[in-house]
């Protein structure tokens, strides 16, 4: 029998704890099947009109280390067996009456449904947007009207979680106006 409603919401809730941001690999691949869940979670993650005007990129880090690190040159960076690019095709997207277009809202939204999936299965994963966009666009060979939005290495954790600070909801959280 599964889990009910409540316990549910806690495994959840017990998930998005545990998570966190992996900067210490070990070598160990990442097996096909485990790839393929945590693939299949970011597409089946929602977007606008059901538009899914994301792609992913992934890269084995073996022999590319180089080209990677052009990236971002963080040596963890490539540590894990595989690095992936959440990008972004703007011209694929549902666009707002007042033009905005969530082509990187639904690729933000598939990432962090990657990435929840990837730490379900024991993965570790990274955020990383603070990289150097016109690299990420030539050693990808990245097309006209494709945009990176964030990388992630993945695999196996080699490190420990530290504390999360986050603000209290009471910060966070309005009701009915600002």
């Not at 299949?40 to 690190?69: C, M, W, Y």
Request: charged share 20%; glycine share 8%; with cysteine.
């Amino acid at each position: 029998m599964g889990l009910g409603q409540g316990e549910q919401i806690a495994a959840f809730v017990d998930l998005v704890t545990s998570r966190y941001s992996v900067r210490r690999y070990g070598g160990e691949a990442v097996d096909e099947a485990t790839l393929n869940q945590v693939l299949e979670a970011a597409r089946l993650a929602p977007t606008a009109a059901n538009r899914q005007p994301f792609r992913l990129i992934l890269v084995h880090t073996a022999g590319r280390e180089s080209d990677l690190k052009r990236i971002y040159g963080r040596d963890w960076f490539v540590q894990a067996p595989l690095v992936v690019c959440m990008c972004a095709v703007p011209g694929q997207a549902w666009v707002r009456r007042d033009g905005l277009n969530y082509a990187v809202v639904d690729a933000a939204i598939a990432m962090d449904h990657l990435i929840l999936a990837a730490a379900s299965a024991g993965l570790g994963t990274c955020w990383v947007a603070a990289f150097d966009v016109a690299a990420a666009r030539e050693v990808l060979r990245l097309p006209e009207g494709v945009e990176p939005i964030a990388f992630t290495p993945l695999g196996y954790p080699a490190d420990r979680p530290a504390a999360k600070v986050r603000k209290p909801l009471t910060e966070l959280v309005h009701w009915e106006t600002w």
